[in-house]
């Protein structure tokens, strides 16, 4: 069947059993896990085993979700949410969002031939993202606001207009964003990890691999549920400092970092990804802008490159082993969200040391001499 070529439709009997003539797929998933700790690299990784050291673990395993047709994880909830809009015969698709959840959108809508609305902060979205919705031909509305204003007018004009919203909010999203949990324990054999890491921003992803894990457990799929441990920005950490009190208060902060992706102050997903970390044993961990962008140039350095949210998996992997809260020897898998090139502007050097060199080998060589 066409949909088993999808690394989310192979999945639809625990996602949605949809008849496939309403399927909208490019298809999606079937992405990368890298071996990348300092054990289980292997030959020929020895650039990857940078990660692995940096990170102190000896089995370590990164899943590159950037390597998704719209360069983000958001393409594994997307097909779902526009199959669904399709079937429901909506009129039209809209969503607010840091720029990767309106890149997928734009790219689906436009292959299910609905009208795609966008709402997306003025300031702090990356280059590669918003060019993405231009492109794709998705209405492109730019907020004078952050994410947390863009969330609230988007479904106050769904709600007004009857036009179909897709933000993790729909649970038809948090369904196809399972695949991710699902793919990379089939990757592994069905031998659960200890921890799974990821970033945390609007924790639609933390509830996603959180039901994930919880289902495949049920079905016997798997002998132990992993611990989940959500990464968020120090400058974006609603959902850490409402951990760091036992989640007995549920915060809002005035977000800001440069991981523009979590750049999110008042997260819709809270309550599903609280229970995930409750039921998984699992932890929220902060790491700043510096933290970021340290692992960003260690991902980057290694050949596999990701954009700056994705990074603080890294970042967390790094800080929770440091603090032995994730032992050496356990076995680890981190969320890489996004591509390099979604972002090229952050943590990237804009020039290159010493400009550009004359059209002669007398100048390549005393350029490489150097
Ligand atoms: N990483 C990237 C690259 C993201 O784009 C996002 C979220 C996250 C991590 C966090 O995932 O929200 O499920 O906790 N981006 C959304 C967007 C908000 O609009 O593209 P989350």
Known sequence: MLLDGSGVWRYRELILPAPERFVVTRPEGNTNLYPVGIENCGAGRVGHRQIGSYAGLERFFLKHEGENPTGSFKDRGMTVGVTMANMLGAK???CA??????ASLASYAAQAGLPGIVFLPATNVAAGKLAQSLAYGART????????????LVEQVCNELGIY???SLNPFRVEGQKAIGFELLQQLDWQ??????????NLGNTSAIGKAFRQA??????SHMPRIASIQAAGANPFYKSFTQGFAQREKVQADTLATAIRIGNPVSYTRARRVIEESDGIVEQVTDEEILAAKAVIDRAGIGCEPASAATLAGVRKLVAAGIIKRDEQVVGILTGNLLKDSKTGIPQTI??????ATIEAVRSVLAQ
């Open 92 to 94: 039209a698709v809209a």
């Open 97 to 102: 969002s840091t720029g990767n959840t309106s």
């Open 141 to 152: 509305i730019q907020i004078e606001g952050d994410f947390d204003d863009a969330m609230r």
């Open 165 to 167: 919203l897709l933000n």
């Open 192 to 201: 659960a990890p200890d921890w799974l890491v990821l970033p945390a921003g």
């Open 217 to 222: 457990y049920n079905l016997s799929l798997i």
């Open 353 to 358: 040391g010493g400009g550009s060199v004359k």
